[in-house]
């Protein structure tokens, strides 16, 4: 959630981009004004803590004076102050939750970039990189390839698990494996730490990385236990330093997180969300970044161009588009998506399809995670976090399968992923 510091100092600036998100200004307002309540329950409790302190020096000097009636009204006078105490900070904390359940709703501050639109159809197409393919034969899709070369099963995988699920066979399960190895490799020599995460979190650790009312159609809960499955590892990776104060010194932090992601996916329909393209369960390498909030623009554009160049490397034509403010979630501030062609798409006329999100999310997340850096002067601050997906074995699988599928029904294998690959370079029928 924002700063409140934020809308204190600045409502005017909050208000401008929760109009410019089609969101109503007037929560802007509301917070400010609880916050005022708040406040207000403070001061009523600072001064009753100041009763009770020369309350307690009254009891004591009367003991010392042996005026034992005087000192028993002073006690019975201390009790009630207690009392009211209690009750007091119950309401400044009620006041306090409240307060904060508002700002929540409130998005992040979005960069003067972001285009404005009414959903993903009005996103920015920034730039296009590499050549779509053209083929001179009958195409196939990801789906008719990978079953006619025996690399998925998903028939077996909806009776033992339901739809979209789906097993990965012989070459198919080592192009996962080369795929997320040659990411890591990529980011290990950029000096990212490499990272393996938890796969469940507690309700308290996911909500400071997400809104979980939006994503209730998303993220697995774990019945009877306070866990989730983990839709990214995006989530464990930003609550690594949670309430932890972070010297300047030791910034940035660069993270390349490896794990399985569990999706919902619901409301999804259409032979293009079938096969391997939209699944309950894949393996993504993920980048994270804990920076000085004069850095993240750097660490934006060095984020993005990591994945720009693995799919260039893949020779994966794609293209960068920059997400409108009717598409971008509360938590960004920025996002930059690429979109990998997939030419089995729209019934084989082909398609570009999201395959990595890019986001800024500034100070967002440290806020709700109460990360924060100390700088050279002693000053304390929120630090910014910055994510990005590096590489997702499902979906570029899939792309792989299409762009480089020939004549002959086989599928090629790109250049860069041989090395991983025992000797295999082209995918043929078994």
Aim: include cysteine; proline fraction near 3%; charge should be positive.
């Amino acid at each position: 959630m924002l700063d409140i510091k934020l809308l204190r100092e600045k409502a005017k600036l909050v208000k401008a981009s929760e109009k410019k998100r089609g969101h109503d200004p007037k929560l802007v307002d509301e917070v400010l004004k609880l916050d005022q309540q708040w406040k207000k329950e403070l001061k009523k409790k600072e001064k009753l803590n100041h009763h009770r302190n020369l309350v307690s020096q009254e009891i004591n000097q009367a003991k010392k004076s042996k005026k034992e009636t005087e000192a028993k009204k002073k006690i019975n006078e201390m009790r009630a102050v207690i009392d009211k105490i209690r009750k007091q900070v119950d309401k400044a904390d009620n006041l306090l939750k409240k307060r904060d359940e508002v700002l929540k709703q409130i998005g992040n501050v979005l960069d003067k970039t972001v285009p404005k639109g009414k959903d993903d159809s009005e996103n920015k197409e920034l730039k296009k990189i590499g050549k779509v393919p053209k083929f001179k034969f009958p195409i196939k899709d990801h789906i008719e390839l990978g079953l006619s070369l025996d690399l998925i099963d998903l028939d077996s995988a909806a009776k033992t698990s339901g739809s979209r699920f789906y097993y990965l066979k012989n070459e198919a399960v080592l192009l996962s494996l080369a795929i997320q190895r040659y990411a890591i490799d990529r980011l290990l020599k950029k000096n990212y730490t490499l990272i393996s995460t938890p796969l469940m979190l507690n309700r308290a650790t996911l909500e400071g990385g997400v809104n979980l009312s939006e994503f209730e159609d998303t993220i697995y809960k774990i019945e009877e236990e306070d866990l989730y499955l983990i839709a990214t590892s995006e989530h464990p990776l930003i609550a690594l330093k949670k309430d932890e104060m972070i010297q300047e010194k030791d910034l940035p932090i660069k993270l390349c997180g490896m794990s399985v992601c569990f999706r919902k996916e619901a409301g999804s329909h259409g032979r293009d969300t079938k096969g391997i393209f939209r699944v309950h369960q894949f393996n993504k390498i993920e980048q994270i970044v804990y920076c000085q909030p004069e850095n993240s623009d750097k660490f934006f554009q060095e984020l993005q161009k990591n994945a720009e160049e693995l799919f260039k490397d893949l020779k994966i034509p794609f293209r960068v588009v920059n997400i409108c403010t009717g598409d971008i979630g509360n938590k960004q501030s920025l996002q930059y998506d690429i979109e990998a062609w997939f030419p089995g798409q729209q019934g084989k006329k082909g398609a570009y399809r999201e395959v990595t999100s890019c986001s800024n999310c500034l100070d967002y997340q440290a806020v709700s995670l109460n990360t924060k850096m100390i700088d050279k002067k002693g000053e304390k601050k929120y630090v910014h976090l910055l994510n990005n997906t590096a590489i997702t074995d499902t979906r570029t699988i899939a792309a792989i399968l299409e762009n480089f599928q020939t004549a002959k029904g086989t599928v090629k294998i790109p250049k860069v992923l041989q090395p991983y690959m025992n000797g295999i370079t082209e995918i043929g029928r078994k």
